[in-house]
């Protein structure tokens, strides 16, 4: 990464607008320092040796990042994870201890725990204020709720929303919400981060995302590529790619990338590309963090990541317990005290698996008694994933457990389908991925579908808006009506016992 003369002189331009108390003022030209001033108009240090080639000035400025992805909501201690009051604690102290400390989100943070899916990602996005993150990379399930929710939590957030490849259908340009890089200033040194959410879209529901697309492979590439240029072009010393899901090629990191930062797939891991660039993930749900120490030289020599590691929450779970999450309860309590409605019992252990079919056949039932009278419906079913802790123990059942299980806003539809697409897509055993549950009329002619015929189906939108299933939705049940809150009435009503 060496630096032309030009970057040399927009480092210089940044030196006059973020000094700091050991910076010569640039308005009264004061040194405050023992060292003569440069000469040169700003330092350069060609043989990266980390001072100045003519006043031996040192041109180097340690910068602490920490990334958190896919912490999915997860504010409040759990059985399987702590809360976020211990992390709020470490992050602090590595603020307070270090010279320079950056926070930065690689995406999935708000979907996933009632605390803060009752408040559609604001208590998270609070949350992050309170540390001061300098930015949020968007990740597929950020798009869960739909767009509007992104932008009310835009309209909180201290930080901006990266992603460079989240473009708008109609006009082929970038979403307004979202911004491509964020620069950061850290004494003398000027980062970039840089953010993407990569190659997920197909892992949204397709009626979250039918007007926008993402520019993925080599038109991904090219955008960072152009961006690290402009930056570099405006004097960043640094860049890092903050990137949710999949990583940076290797064409990326031969010059335009020093550092990155992974996502999505919620394992945790630090390793080196073939370029010597380090890629890192910490797992999800609260599993761990990633830090990297870089040493950031200012004056065009190199830079070097002199620290990589992921920090798993047994470093920092025993740190002292920060009031911010009781702070941030009681702010929004009006929002998330439905999460502890205790509102049945479960008798024993169910795997998720038993509760997906259970979901299944509430998803029939629902739907057979909405439409059942004009229509024959064959079964209910589709995908309906489950999520973290992925089963339900024994004992009281509280609203914020179905929350975790079934976190998404999918809209319950009446569906037509091909006989054939039927067959293959939910009645033919080789597909272990769909739930069914078939009713009396359904037992009767599954073995029996006319491949032609046009046969009716309740599914979810997330099945529904998957186009290779060929679903056409003729009928749709209330807009705030999804999985977790059929499993709520079937509980209420002695269900699990
Ligand atoms: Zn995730
Ligand atoms: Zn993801």
Known sequence: MKKTIFAALAAFLIILSSCTETVPDPVTSTPVESTAPCPLPSHVDSDSSGFCDSCEASVTVTVDFYAINDLHGKLLDNESQPGVDELTSYLKSARASDDHAVFLSTGDMWQGASESNLTHGLMMTDWMNSLGFASMTLGNHEFDWGEEFIESNLALADFPFLAINIYERSTNTLVDYCTPSVTVSCGEATIGIIGAIGDCYSSISGDKVSDIYFKTGEALNSLIKEESERLRGEGADFIILSIHDGSADASLSMEHVDLVFEGHTHKNYVKTD?????????????????????????????????????????????????????????????????????????????????????????????????????HDIVLGGGFISVRAPYNLSSGEVKYSDLQSLFPFDNRIDLCTIKGSDLKRKFLETSNSNYFIFCGEYGNSIRYNIDPNATYYVVVDSYTSSYAPNNLTVVASLDDNLFARDLLADYIKNGGLE
Not at 282 to 289: C, E, S
Not at 320 to 348: F, R
């Open 274 to 374: 073939s370029n010597g660039v380090y890629h890192l993930q910490g797992g999800g749900d609260n599993d761990g963090i990633t830090h990297a120490e870089a040493v950031i030289n200012f004056a065009g020599g190199e830079s070097t990541v002199s620290a990589a590691e992921y920090v798993p929450n047994i470093i920092y779970k025993s740190s002292p317990s920060d009031t911010i999450v009781s702070e941030l309860m009681k702010k929004y309590e009006s929002e998330v005290s439905k999460a502890d409605e205790v509102i049945g019992k479960n008798e024993v252990f169910r795997n998720g698996d038993w509760l997906r079919a259970l979901v299944a056949r509430l998803y029939y039932e629902r739907g057979a008694a909405e439409w059942g009278k004009e």
